[in-house]
Structure formats: C-alpha cells, structure tokens
C-alpha cells in the first residue's frame, strides 16, 4: 500500500509564497512520475506540474515562471514552490505518482495523497 501525504498548505495573501511538500511511503525512484494536480470548487481537477525519475519536469500554462517542481530523493518526498501566488490559484492539491504498467499504450498505475488546501486571498 503506497502512501502519499501532502503537507504546506494555508492561507496567503496574493503576491505570496508556499511550498508544498508530498512525502511518499517507499522509494520514490519505484514511481516513473510524480506531479501535483489541484481542484477548485466546481471545476475539474487539473494538472499543475509533473517530475519524471530522471528529473525531467512539465508544467501547467497558468503556474509556468511562478512554481516549481522539485524532489529531493534520500527523503521520498516531492516539493511544489508556488510564488506571486494569484486568488485563481485557490483549490485543493493533490499529490499524484505513476508506475508505468504498460508501456503500448502508455498505462499507469497511479495513487493519490488526501490533499491539502491552498487559499490565495487578501
């Protein structure tokens, strides 16, 4: 059973930072990507930014230039640095991690944190 368990989220003003943190309960090196998603009421959940086991990263449009995507290996856990955080950044984020099961096509087995809420407001 894999467990992934988001932390760092909060209330901030716009214009403001956080950084949220996933830490994974076996060796991350296990998951072929890791990512964060996030859900605003209403809306569908939506890819934010993706990290591949060689460190290869892709981001959202919308977060692109202001967060960032890291992983820090020898502590199973992956980072989210959000700056100039904007009101529409507002939603739940989840943590993602993917095993590739089947390569043609490409099938992923995946597994999802609680998530945490992140609240961008003045």
């Known amino acids: 059973q894999v467990q992934l368990v988001e932390s760092g989220g909060g209330l901030v003003q716009p214009g403001g930072s956080l950084r949220l943190s996933c830490a994974a309960s076996?060796?991350?090196?296990?998951?072929?990507?890791m990512g964060w998603y996030r859900q605003a009421p209403g809306k569908q959940r939506e890819l934010v930014a993706t990290?591949?086991?060689?460190?290869?990263?892709n981001y959202a449009d919308s977060v692109k230039g202001r967060f960032t995507i890291s992983r820090d290996n020898a502590k199973n856990t992956v980072y989210l640095q959000m700056n100039s955080l904007k009101p529409e950044d507002t939603a739940v984020y989840y943590c993602?991690?993917?095993?590739?099961?089947?390569?043609?096509?490409?099938?992923?087995?995946?597994?999802w944190g609680q998530g945490t809420q992140v609240t961008v407001s003045s």
């Open positions: 993602n991690a993917g095993v590739i099961v089947k390569w043609l096509p490409r099938e992923y087995e995946t597994y």
């Open positions: 990290i591949g086991s060689g460190g290869d990263t």
């Open positions: 076996r060796n991350i090196f296990t998951f072929n990507v």
